[in-house]
């Protein structure tokens, strides 16, 4: 019975049950007895996979075609019975036949080049609509341009497949070092509660609910998805587990850029009864491993840093080690890209010049990118991106392009608003510019509180090695190049939120007094500075490591607090989390009673796959990647919910006067 009113006619044709005998041919099918890469001459053979282009009639007997197997690899087919006339790009086929060496030209773009299929049967296991022929000639050219709501037909091809591929083997071959090194891998929840972190968290809501006496009031509450396993992984070392590990889904709520996803996965693990050292030394071993087994080999052969910052092999125990304060001084940000290691930064104290314009960052220092351009015509194609003021936080940099004689010698003077210089004969004669250099200059902090990251000079370094134009004037390697940064503040200033405002600020406002934590709250202070706890914490070095790839933080890590008092102190004394309690009180239950010393990893696994497979965007090596608003475009999410659902979990839309 249908409702009334209900034209049943039309509902009868829209719902009709597709033939029987139709639907018998999608679903009863061999499966393939060879891949189209182990063909051999004389083979019968199935092949199970998808039409890759439109197939060509030669002559009146003659149909040339092609299929694509599910490893993205195809193959010539040869029909001389009209079986591929009806076929269509994408259409989803079952093909019998015999392989025979080919005899035609053909295609020119096949992966199999010797062998072809001549077609005895055809059957279409599922037809394709229009989209695949629409979208194919940007498939097979630049599939990366795919629109993302078609996804799922980007990693039907050749590079989407390998992808996919190489991250699973990647994953094989860490679980196999891990496992060898005695780790164990254990899931943790992703449903956690919501604590301060450093990141945005994602919330969760439930049907249960809380009163709240002071308030009379009944509240929904929430779960909150995991930002890291951080507390779960400290639980299991008190829990007697000595080695974990795991593939880990995170989830953060934040900005996103093409090395950042709300939903990513990172290669987790702790240790206990082990230092630093013990740590660093599992990660190199993987790190080593993986990339002589996958990198790709225009760019094998890991590099690191020698004592004089001159490039080096590495194995898995001499990656160089550089201090936080090396790492901002020589290159203002705690993330170099040391493919370049000789384009560094200089301070010109030594050489008797001084900002004078905020007593906070009295540093004046510059970078001389050396035989940048030829003419200024050549300049303003090449480096204008350097002085546009978007792509700095704060101040911009002046860039000064050296291109008579005159101004190798006078250069100093475009920078007489923000510096001071005493010598300028002795200035000259140390840094000998010459024309078609360039000079970068600003202002930064003191060597032992640079806490703005990057520094202006550090972001148009930056800038420059992610620039087509000019990184390769700088680079010495396109190999890839590893180092340890090492020595981290623990603490820093944080930043006043500036809102509503028009102009934008020249440098960083801290708030008066208030310290949070440069990675998280369970990081160990350096022994050295735990006295300056109590007196001067913001001078406290952290006892933190990052594992830094190409200008990219692979990974980081620290040892934890495991003393349940000095813990407290650092929430309620230098943190000022007054509800720490209600925050971490079961952290600090389980080291009170008895937790092991303990150190941990975390390695970025959607930034590792993308280096290994030679992309620069994790969205290649995810398979459904969120969009830049962080949507996924594929499934339409996020996505609104009736208002009656939420009434459940105690929720309700805002009116448009509340908001």
């Not at 599939?143 to 709501?149: G, R, S, T």
């Not at 001071?420 to 250099?437: P, Q």
């Not at 680079?475 to 102009?503: C, G, Q, Y």
């Not at 735990?530 to 933080?553: A, F, R, S």
Request: hydrophobic residues 35%.
């Amino acid at each position: 019975m249908f409702a009334k009113g209900v034209n049943s006619k039309l509902l009868r044709r829209w719902y009709q049950l597709p033939a029987k005998e139709l639907i018998r041919d999608k679903f009863e099918f061999e499966t393939s007895n060879l891949r189209v890469r182990e063909l051999v001459t004389g083979a019968d053979i199935v092949l199970n996979g998808w039409i890759d282009s439109k197939p060509k009639r030669i002559s009146k007997s003659l149909i040339f075609g092609q299929l694509r197997d599910s490893n993205g690899d195809r193959v010539q087919l040869v029909d001389t019975n009209s079986l591929l006339r009806k076929c269509k790009v994408e259409d989803v086929v079952q093909v019998r036949g015999k392989v025979q060496l080919k005899r035609e030209t053909g295609s020119s773009n096949l992966d199999n080049k010797k062998f072809e299929v001549v077609v005895d049967h055809v059957k279409t296991l599922n037809a394709a609509n229009k989209k695949p022929s629409e979208l194919k000639e940007l498939r097979d050219t630049s599939p990366e341009l795919v629109p993302p709501e078609f996804r799922y037909i980007q990693l039907r091809t050749a590079r989407y497949q390998n992808y996919l591929r190489t991250r699973y083997e990647v994953s094989k071959t860490l679980r196999q070092i891990l496992d060898q090194d005695g780790f164990t891998e254990i899931e943790t929840p992703t449903l956690f509660k919501a604590t301060p972190e450093g990141a945005r968290e994602f919330m969760v809501p439930t049907r249960v609910s809380a009163k709240i006496k002071q308030v009379d009031k009944i509240v929904p509450m929430f779960y909150a998805l995991t930002q890291s396993p951080q507390q779960y992984k400290q639980l299991l070392m008190a829990s007697g587990v000595p080695k974990y590990f795991q593939f880990a889904r995170c989830y953060r709520d934040e900005d996103l850029r093409a090395d950042r996803q709300p939903e990513f996965t990172q290669l987790d693990m702790e240790m206990s009864f082990a230092s630093q050292k013990d740590v660093m030394s599992v990660i190199e071993k993987c790190i080593t491993s993986v990339w002589k087994k996958f990198r790709t080999k225009e760019s094998t052969g890991l590099l690191t840093l020698d004592r004089n910052h001159s490039l080096t092999p590495t194995d898995a125990s001499n990656l160089y080690r550089m201090t936080y304060k090396e790492a901002m001084t020589n290159y203002g940000i705690d993330k170099p890209d040391l493919r370049a290691p000789s384009l560094r930064i200089l301070n010109m104290k030594e050489l008797g010049a001084y900002s004078n314009i905020n007593p906070a960052f009295p540093i004046f220092e510059i970078m001389i990118i050396k035989k940048a351009f030829t003419d200024k015509n050549d300049y303003k194609k090449k480096w204008s991106f350097l002085s546009n003021d978007d792509n700095y936080n704060y101040r911009k940099p002046i860039v000064v392009p050296i291109s008579t004689d005159l101004e190798t010698k006078n250069w100093y003077e475009k920078f007489m608003r923000i510096a001071s210089f005493e010598n300028t004969h002795m200035l000259n004669k140390a840094i000998r510019l010459e024309v078609g250099d360039i000079v970068v200059g600003s202002n930064r902090e003191i060597d032992t509180r640079i806490f703005e990251n990057p520094t202006p000079l550090g972001r148009a370094r930056q800038l420059i090695l992610q620039n087509n134009e000019t990184k390769d004037i700088v680079r010495e390697t396109n190999k890839d190049v590893a180092v340890w940064v090492v020595d981290f503040p623990l603490l820093s200033p944080k930043e006043t939120e500036i809102k509503n405002t028009k102009h934008k600020e020249m440098y960083p406002i801290y708030e008066d007094r208030t310290v949070i934590s440069t990675h998280h709250p369970f990081t160990m202070v350096q022994l050295q500075d735990y006295d300056k706890l109590t007196t001067n914490p913001i001078d406290c070095l952290g006892q933190h490591y990052d594992l830094v790839m190409n200008g990219i933080e692979l990974g980081g890590g620290s040892t934890r607090i495991h003393d349940p008092e000095l813990q407290k102190f650092m929430f309620e004394n230098v943190l000022k989390i007054s509800n720490y309690q209600i925050l971490f009180g079961h952290l600090l239950s389980a080291f009170e009673t008895g937790t092991p010393p303990h150190a941990g990893f975390a390695i970025g696994y959607d930034r590792m796959c993308a280096m290994l497979c030679g992309t620069d965007s994790i969205r290649d090596v995810i398979p459904f990647p969120k969009s830049i608003t962080g949507s996924d475009l594929v499934v339409q999410s996020p996505s609104t919910i009736a208002e009656d659902i939420l009434r459940d979990y105690k929720i309700e839309y805002l009116s448009r006067n509340s908001e």
